[in-house]
């Protein structure tokens, strides 16, 4: 098995999250997909994490209770929080709170 080195591994982690939210959610997410190949997988992560709310993937995952597939989820993994600035790291964390998963619930079928 060919060791990568950690951002490299990020990126085949955030592949593969995509991958599985298709099988398990029955989306892909070809946005972050794409972004993360034409971007990085680090850069991409950062951008959403800027962005002032998490957006309609993040809601389907939160919705099916699969947040453990979010880029938010793979953001604060032990071996990455060294890609993410501490605000960067806040926002996953509170994105993947219990408390904000519902607000973010109730606000995607409010608005679909």
Known sequence: MECLDPQEQF?????????????????????VFGKARNLGAVETA??????SAPGYYFRLLCQKRRLDLSVEAQVVRPEYRQFFTPRELETATTRLH???Q???AVFS????
């Open 11 to 31: 990126a085949e982690d955030l592949a593969a999250v995509c991958f599985e939210s298709a099988k398990a959610c029955g989306y892909f997410p070809g946005e």
């Open 46 to 51: 950062r951008r959403m994490l800027h962005e």
């Open 98 to 100: 219990p408390a904000t």
């Open 102 to 104: 519902r607000a973010h």
């Open 109 to 112: 079928t409010s608005t679909s």
